[in-house]
């Protein structure tokens, strides 16, 4: 399994924006998928974004047209630009990998689902208010 470390969550006012970051404790280009979820209190936790070694993305549509994925590979290390925050968009925010080797392609749903993915960061907290 791959360690994974998050980073840049905050507090922001609605309509600001964050760039979070998940270090990789391994080179994970073509050997995993990544992915980005999120899990409000009370609530389970729901996939927000997919990436692929291939560059081929995944967007739940709550945060489609809003949120970007993308990896740098020479840094081993994942982001996801959040722009347009909502209230909504409150969560502790975590870093997936599925993998080694990565699987094959996926749909959304299942890009988006838990099942996949078998190395999970500790979480970072977003905090948005109105």
């Known amino acids: 399994q791959v360690q994974l470390v998050e980073s840049g969550g905050g507090s922001v006012q609605a309509g600001g924006s964050l760039r979070l970051s998940c270090a990789a404790s391994?080179?994970?280009?073509?050997?995993?998928?990544m992915g980005w979820f999120r899990q409000a209190p009370g609530k389970e936790r729901e996939g927000v974004a997919a990436?692929?070694?291939?560059?081929?993305?995944t967007y739940a549509d709550s945060v489609k047209d809003r949120f970007a994925i993308s990896q740098d590979n020479a840094k081993n290390t994942l982001y996801l630009q959040m722009n347009s925050l909502k209230p909504e968009d409150t969560a502790m925010y975590y870093c997936?990998?599925?993998?080694?080797?990565?699987?094959?392609?996926?749909?959304?749903?299942?890009?988006?689902?838990?099942?996949?993915?078998?190395?999970w960061g500790q979480g970072t907290q977003v905090t948005v208010s109105s």
């Open positions: 391994v080179y994970t280009y073509s050997s995993y998928y």
């Open positions: 997936a990998a599925s993998g080694p080797p990565e699987p094959p392609p996926m749909t959304p749903i299942q890009a988006l689902g838990v099942m996949p993915y078998n190395s």
């Open positions: 990436i692929a070694s291939d560059g081929s993305t």
